[in-house]
Structure formats: structure tokens, C-alpha cells
């Protein structure tokens, strides 16, 4: 069967009613609603008069010159309106036609369609027990609410943000705060909200610039993946230099920036909102580069290491927080591992590649924690956030278990498996 998935036209807008009638959602045992039940105002909406609005975009999938699905989208006050920036989606494809992957075409033709009209993201909402919740969530819709429909079921809305940070980007995002899946991206920041460090040391990275780097008032330092500041603002408290901050969570900047005010040093330091990954492209002759914690975010290692040198004047330095494997000990020892860690003379030897002098290593039991804190504080709290996520979103439960469980093994790799450090380098 051959299948082309192609923008909807004007002479395609009947069919829209027929897919409408498809996209009702009927649990196992119960009889279809006649055809008619599409007139009803709520779900008419959908597709009256489509065409005419703003957000009216939609594609269909066409086989043998028949249409055999489409997926549209519309800003109108249904179930799953979000604001007047973002369209809802509605997606069917004929019951023959299913189980063929002909929803994912639809769904990412339409993804880059609403791209191109500049839309950020794109909402829908679906009966909790429709097995499209998995399609959905597949597809990187995440569940932001729940609500009652018309007739009294119980609805996710989900919501999908479009074009806004590659898949990749997301997936390191999320293991970088040790999440398993991207779908906790949303609710990181709510689950963090009693930390302040999130994984190294600010006094180490102190002592340690303190000690190596010819510190005066010119002295500029980039804090990469900076998460809340707290390296930062201590750097600029305790050194009286520039920091320039980068972290991808916009809530995490702000957080950064109140503290710096609270600690007075909004005039030192700088934070902004961005991928490391394209700050590296341009941010340049800086006097050390931070990398506290991150993880596989700026690539493999040495990867990593050639990208936080290309910022760096000669002769500056580099910080880098990572644990690394101790000898003897496997990958498969580590329960919470999200890539692939090297052993310390992996790490030397790719120093010494990368024309990168290890000027001084310290190693700190409590230097890098799953969120900082002692352990049982930050389950604590970590464990106190997630039930009240949960009571929230009952029907999350599982994955906010599973962040609490992923959290607690992070901690028992920390103590038990890994050997955390920080190394200070510095370019010949
Ligand atoms: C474990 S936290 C460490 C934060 C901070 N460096 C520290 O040591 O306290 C990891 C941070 O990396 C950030 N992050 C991950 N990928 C990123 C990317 N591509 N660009 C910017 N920030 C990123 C996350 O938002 C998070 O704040």
C-alpha cells in the first residue's frame, strides 16, 4: 500500500466530519453513538466552517486516492483549548488503516506544518482510558491537566511543545537532573524547588579557582548548565569576578537571578536562559569554563572537553564535576546510569588528547549528589514533592514514583559505586 500524507485542501474539508465521527473515543462493550452525535455544538466545532480560522492547519494520509486519516488543529474554545496562541489537535485515521504507523506521519507532518505558521506548541485533550494517551505521550505530548468533558468523562490535556528544543537536547536535559523520561520535564522544576545546588560544589569550584586561576577584577568566568546559580553566585560573592550563567530551564534563571540579588552580586553576575550547546558556538576568551555536573549534554567526552576549550583564552581553565568509574568496578554496577561513564585513566587520557594539562583533582564523598543535600535529606524532600505531584496527577503516579526511585538509586551509586571529583584543567 502506498501512502503519501500531504496538507489538507479545501476541496478535502467534508471529509473532515466523517473523520470526526472516527476520532470518538468508545470504550470496549459500548455501542457507537449514532453519526449524528458530531452536531452537537461541543464537538462540532472541531471541523465547522474549517477554513475560515486562525490555527485551521491539517493534513490527511491518502491511499489508492482515498483519504484514510487526517489530523488537524484549530484555536477554538473546546476541551482542550489552551490560549489563543495554540491550536488543538484532533487526529483520526479509518479502523482499517490502524496499527500502521500512519498516526506518527500525520502527526509529525502536522508538527512541522504549525512550525512553519510559527506556532510553539499544540494541545488536545483525550479520555484518560483511551489507549492514545500511549500514541501521545509517545509523540512527546505531556498530560498538564485533567478535566471533566461534556459528557462527564474524564479527560487528559495534553500538550505538545513544537520546534522549541531538539529530541536529543530534551532527552539529555532530562538525564542531566537524572529524570528517565522527558515527560518529567515539566514538573523538574516543581520537584527541585527545595534545592538551591544541584550537583557540585560551590566551595570546591571556590577553593579551586581561588587557588589556580590569577584572579582580579577582569577575571570572566562561564558556569555552563549553571541550573540555580548556586556555583555562580558563590563564585562572584566570594571572588569579586564576572560569572556569565547558562541553563536551559528558564525557572532555574530566574531562580539564579533572585539569589544573586539576595547575595548582592546581581552586578557581577549574568544568567540567561540557552543551549550550552550554542552558547559554545559564540561565547569565547573566557578565563575558565565550568561544567558542574551536567553529564553527556555537551556530547561524549571528548566532545565535551573540545567544545568547553574553544571558550577559553590560552592558558585558561577548565572545571569539570563527573564521576567516573573506579577500577574494577562495570557500567552494570551502576543502577542509575543515563551514558556511558569512563574510568579515571579514560578521563587522563583524553585529557592529554585534547592538549589539556590536569593541574588538580579533588574528590568529595558529598561532592556530587543526586540534588544536593545529605541523602536522606533530599530524599526527604524529594519524596515529600513527588506524593504531592501525585495527588495531583494520580494518573502519573508511576512515572512520579519512578523519579523517586531513579533518585534514590543516583544516591546509592553516588555513595556506593561512583567516584565523584573535580578536575581542574588547563589549556596549553
Ligand atoms: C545536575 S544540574 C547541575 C547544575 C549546576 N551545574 C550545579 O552544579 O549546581 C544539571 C543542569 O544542566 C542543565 N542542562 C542540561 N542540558 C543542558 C543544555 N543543553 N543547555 C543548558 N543547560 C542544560 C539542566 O537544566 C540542569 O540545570
Not at 459528557?151 to 542531566?176: N, P, W
Request: proline residues 4%.
Amino acid at each position: 500500500m502506498n501512502i503519501t500524507v500531504r496538507e489538507i485542501m479545501p476541496a478535502d474539508y467534508s471529509v473532515l466530519e466523517d473523520f470526526l465521527y472516527n476520532a470518538i473515543y468508545v470504550p470496549p462493550g459500548e455501542e457507537w453513538p449514532p453519526r449524528d452525535v458530531i452536531f452537537q455544538p461541543e464537538i462540532y466545532i472541531y471541523v465547522d466552517g474549517f477554513g475560515d480560522k486562525q490555527g485551521d492547519i491539517g493534513v490527511v494520509a491518502e491511499a489508492d486516492r482515498k483519504i484514510i486519516g487526517a489530523a488537524w488543529t484549530r484555536i477554538i474554545p473546546a476541551y482542550g483549548h489552551l490560549d489563543e496562541n495554540t491550536p488543538e489537535l484532533a487526529i483520526s485515521v479509518l479502523p482499517e488503516y490502524r496499527g500502521q504507523g500512519i498516526g506518527t506521519l500525520l502527526m509529525e507532518k502536522l508538527f512541522g506544518l504549525l512550525c512553519e505558521h510559527g506556532y510553539k506548541r499544540t494541545s488536545l485533550s483525550v479520555q484518560q482510558d483511551n489507549p492514545a494517551v500511549r500514541f501521545y505521550q509517545r509523540l512527546r505530548f505531556v498530560i498538564t491537566d485533567e478535566k471533566l468533558d461534556h459528557a462527564g468523562h474524564e479527560d487528559f490535556i495534553m500538550v505538545k511543545e513544537l520546534c522549541s528544543m531538539k529530541t536529543e537536547t530534551q532527552e539529555k536535559l532530562a538525564c542531566s537532573l537524572s529524570a528517565e523520561t522527558t515527560e518529567l520535564l515539566p514538573f523538574l522544576p516543581y520537584l527541585l524547588q527545595d534545592f538551591w545546588e544541584l550537583g557540585s560544589d560551590p566551595a570546591v569550584m571556590v577553593k579551586l579557582i581561588k587557588k589556580h586561576v590569577d584572579v582580579s577584577p577582569e577575571t570572566r568566568i562561564l558556569d555552563l548548565a549553571c541550573g540555580k546559580g548556586a556555583v555562580s553566585v558563590k563564585i562572584a560573592e566570594k571572588l569579586r569576578v564576572k560569572v556569565k550563567g547558562i541553563d536551559l530551564l528558564p525557572e532555574f534563571i530566574e531562580y539564579a537571578h533572585e539569589k544573586a540579588q539576595e547575595f548582592d552580586v546581581a552586578d557581577l553576575c549574568e544568567f540567561a536562559v540557552g543551549d550550552i550547546n550554542e552558547a559554545v558556538k559564540t561565547e569565547t576568551d573566557y578565563d575558565c569554563v565550568i561544567l558542574g555536573a551536567v553529564g553527556d549534554a555537551l556530547g561524549s567526552p571528548a566532545e565535551t572537553l573540545c567544545k568547553l576549550k574553544s571558550v577559553i583564552k590560552p592558558g585558561g581553565y577548565i572545571l569539570i564535576d563527573e564521576g567516573y568509574l573506579p577500577g574494577g568496578a562495570k557500567q552494570s554496577d551502576v543502577k542509575c546510569s543515563h551514558y556511558e561513564l569512563l574510568t579515571e585513566a579514560q578521563w587522563t587520557d583524553l585529557f592529554k588528547e585534547a592538549g589539556l594539562q590536569l593541574v588538580e583533582t579533588v574528590g568529595d564523598e558529598n561532592n556530587e549528589t543526586a540534588a544536593s543535600g545529605d541523602s536522606d535529606t533530599g530524599m526527604g524532600f524529594i519524596t515529600a514533592r513527588a506524593n504531592e505531584l501525585i495527588e495531583k496527577h494520580p494518573a502519573q503516579r508511576e512515572m512520579f514514583e519512578g523519579y523517586v526511585r531513579g533518585q534514590q538509586n543516583e544516591y546509592g551509586d553516588l555513595e556506593n559505586t561512583l567516584v565523584c571529583v573535580t578536575w581542574i584543567l588547563r589549556k596549553n
